[in-house]
């Protein structure tokens, strides 16, 4: 079973301010994907990346930046953390080819309020 | 742009009946169509998958039934039961020069007893 580990698993922010969210996937896998759930829009991509030190914009990118030093690390950066930002945040990684590459496994979720 | 399109939005349906989700994509690019479910509170987990070579799938109650041509499918579950009340998302993803996995808005599934 594949494993990505979310962290913090909740985190209260002050508007202006930087929140930095890490993701950590220890079954070389080659792509990561961030994501971003509010009520009624369902997932939203933001960034996401195939290959270390590379990254693209997703859907929503606006107001977040992404890392991706390593395969195995993927950070999510909001540089000035604003309301609208508040939302569950999710990591996914999967494999490149071979075995189920197709198959999504997400960490448990960032639970971001920002006040 | 919604890439990613899925109605209804929420559906009730009686133990024991048919549920019918649907959902429309706009890329062609894409070649793998996956459905995945949520729990409250859960992360989403993959629960049945198509790509486009083949027209339908089925994993035990559940079935997805795909339409290149429309770029439509959709996902039946016959004798739904109370415990597949859950969020039902529709996604789509590629590989080679498209590697995006987007969503679509979801569709919630009640089964009542």
């Known amino acids: 079973e594949a494993a990505v580990t979310q962290s913090p698993r909740s985190k209260v922010a002050v508007t202006g301010g930087k929140v930095t969210l890490s993701c950590h996937q220890t079954?070389?896998?080659?792509?990561m994907y961030w994501y971003r759930q509010d009520t009624g829009h369902g997932l939203r991509l933001i960034h996401y990346?195939?290959?270390?030190?590379?990254?693209e914009k997703g859907d929503i990118p606006d107001g977040y930046k992404a890392s991706r030093p390593s395969q195995e690390n993927f950070s999510l950066i909001l540089e000035l953390a604003s309301l609208s930002q508040t939302a569950v945040y999710f990591c996914?990684?999967?494999?490149?080819?071979?075995?189920?590459?197709?198959?999504?496994?997400f960490g448990a979720g960032t639970r971001l309020s920002v006040l | 742009q919604q890439q990613v399109r899925q109605s209804p939005q929420s559906l009730t349906v009686w133990e024991g009946e048919t549920a019918i989700l649907n959902c429309s994509y706009e890329?062609?690019?894409?070649?793998?169509f996956p459905w995945y479910w949520q729990f409250p509170r859960e992360s989403p987990a993959l629960l049945i998958a198509?790509?486009?070579?083949?027209n339908k799938k089925e994993d035990g109650r559940f079935t997805i039934f795909f339409n290149k041509r429309e770029k439509k499918l959709s996902l039946h579950i016959t004798d739904s039961q109370p415990g597949d009340s859950a969020t039902y998302f529709c996604?789509?993803?590629?590989?080679?020069?498209?590697?995006?996995?987007?969503f679509g808005a979801g569709t919630r599934l009640k089964v009542i007893a």
């Open positions: 079954n070389n896998h080659d792509y």
């Open positions: 890329d062609s690019t894409f070649d793998y």
């Open positions: 198509i790509r486009p070579v083949s």
């Open positions: 996604a789509a993803s590629g590989d080679t020069g498209n590697y995006k996995y987007v």
């Open positions: 990346s195939y290959v270390a030190d590379s990254t």
């Open positions: 996914a990684s999967r494999a490149g080819t071979g075995g189920a590459p197709y198959t999504l496994y």
